[in-house]
């Protein structure tokens, strides 16, 4: 189970363009002959870059990278080098500001719901297996036992991308990231995630006559049957930026703590 950080990844309202960033959508237009600029609040990426039909370069921007401090020189330079060499510290570092911010923004907004979640605590490192094994007595019963273990510790840095757990069919054990063992992670959330993994489980020991995608639709109808499958998800968007960073959310509130 992997998440990656797409803030707009589900269908949200279009926001209101207002004159300032249509004023500087103009400055960069002028700053960039021969492109073709469309404004468009696009579901996986804050930017992209592609090639007409006509020939033209297209660059694809969502309104918020536009409010940064740093959006014209780092546009500008991304866009001269068409895609070499990466992406540019200069907008990796504007695109890193436009998330954050917009993680600031929803957090502020969700906040009190996220911090009125059950959170698993600072014992949750040595009683996984004892967290795994309820899970399974309570959906799936009838499944074998097998091995639910902490997999490596991910580099301590910012991650673009983040495998909450993995099922090994070969092993049959499930490893769980380290980054889940922090003690603000919602109990719903890790109890998501092992009933996702132990779903693939099912799938293993119920195959099907003919080969069946790993995350098919008998496996999402499974999924969905988890009582908090949608808070999971909804505290999943809203907590990834600090997942990603390793750093605890505004919200949390270390017990003792009167912050």
């Given amino acids: 189970m992997t998440a990656s950080w797409w803030p707009w990844r589900r269908e949200t309202p279009a926001p209101t363009i207002d004159p300032p960033v249509d004023a500087r959508l103009v400055v960069l237009a002028r700053s960039l002959p021969g492109w073709r600029l469309e404004l468009r609040r696009t579901r996986r990426s804050l930017l992209g870059m592609r090639r007409g039909r006509d020939g033209a370069l297209v660059m694809r921007l969502h309104p918020e990278v536009l409010l940064e401090p740093d959006w014209s020189v780092s546009l500008v330079e991304w866009a001269q080098r068409r895609g070499r060499g990466g992406a540019?510290?200069?907008?990796?570092?504007?695109?890193?500001?436009?998330?954050?911010?917009?993680?600031?923004?929803?957090?502020?907004?969700?906040?009190?719901?996220a911090a009125d979640l059950p959170v698993v605590g600072a014992t949750i490192?040595?009683?996984?297996?004892?967290?795994?094994?309820?899970?399974?007595?309570?959906?799936?019963?009838?499944?074998?036992?097998?091995?639910?273990?902490?997999?490596?510790?991910?580099?301590?840095?910012?991650?673009?991308?983040?495998?909450?757990?993995?099922?090994?069919?070969?092993?049959?054990?499930?490893?769980?990231?380290?980054?889940?063992?922090?003690?603000?992670?919602?109990?719903?959330?890790?109890?998501?995630?092992?009933?996702?993994?132990?779903?693939?489980?099912?799938?293993?020991?119920?195959?099907?006559?003919?080969?069946?995608?790993?995350?098919?639709?008998?496996?999402?109808?499974?999924?969905?049957?988890?009582?908090?499958?949608?808070?999971?998800?909804?505290?999943?968007?809203?907590?990834?930026?600090?997942?990603?960073?390793?750093d605890p959310p505004p919200w949390y509130r270390p017990s003792g703590s009167h912050a």
Avoid: K, M
Avoid at 90 to 103: F, M, N, S, W, Y
Avoid at 184 to 193: E, G, Y
Avoid at 215 to 244: C, I, K, M, Q, V
């Fill in 88 to 113: 540019g510290t200069g907008v990796r570092t504007l695109l890193h500001a436009c998330q954050q911010r917009l993680a600031r923004e929803r957090a502020a907004r969700e906040g009190t719901w």
């Fill in 125 to 246: 490192t040595e009683h996984l297996a004892a967290h795994a094994e309820a899970v399974r007595a309570a959906w799936f019963a009838d499944l074998p036992r097998i091995t639910v273990t902490w997999s490596r510790n991910p580099p301590r840095r910012r991650l673009s991308h983040l495998r909450f757990g993995c099922f090994r069919r070969r092993e049959r054990c499930i490893s769980i990231s380290p980054r889940l063992a922090r003690p603000w992670i919602a109990s719903v959330f890790l109890n998501h995630v092992l009933h996702h993994e132990y779903c693939h489980l099912r799938q293993a020991e119920q195959p099907t006559a003919r080969r069946e995608g790993v995350h098919s639709p008998r496996f999402r109808s499974w999924e969905r049957t988890f009582p908090g499958y949608a808070d999971a998800l909804r505290w999943e968007h809203l907590a990834l930026p600090w997942l990603l960073d390793d």
